[in-house]
């Protein structure tokens, strides 16, 4: 019934690897590329971990940059090492996709946080998780685009891209 997948933002994975509380679970992006199902996946907000208001953060994460959201969810950066990790997650996931899956990395940013003269802003850490996921995702092949992920050219060229591999797999 699902003819293809545009997975743009894959925050959980993030919160399942450093241990926030919205985690959808270790088998959060798998089920497309079992599947078969053409899929483009983009890391957006990864360059977060969701926990509940200031009061429930785990001390193990104090000294670390938050940003309050609203009274009920904290918004933690993740560090350039904890971007590794998630795109060493992601990319494994990704590695037996069909030859229907494409990876976006918006090089401008991952959130409305992650940009430029925004409180995420990390370059460093951007590149380690878009390095990290292109290394474990191979044969996958990840594209960068010179954009936000919230800029509206990113979507449109996501949506061209899963368009082409629905087409692509329709034919095949």
Known sequence: LIAGVLDITTTEIADECVGGVLSAGPTRL???AELGVPQVVCPGATDMVNFLAPETIPRSFSGRQFH???ANVSLMRTSAQECLKIGEDIGRKLRQAPATTRCLFPTR???ALDASGQ???DKEARR??????????TPTP????DMHLNDPPFAKEAVSLLDQLMNQNKHA
Not at 128 to 137: E, K, N, R
Not at 142 to 145: K, R, T
């Open 68 to 70: 309050a959201h609203n």
């Open 30 to 32: 798998t089920a497309a």
């Open 128 to 137: 380690a998780l878009f390095s990290a996921w292109a290394a474990q995702a």
């Open 109 to 111: 940013g991952v959130s």
């Open 119 to 121: 409180p995420f802003e």
């Open 142 to 145: 990840c594209l960068e685009l």
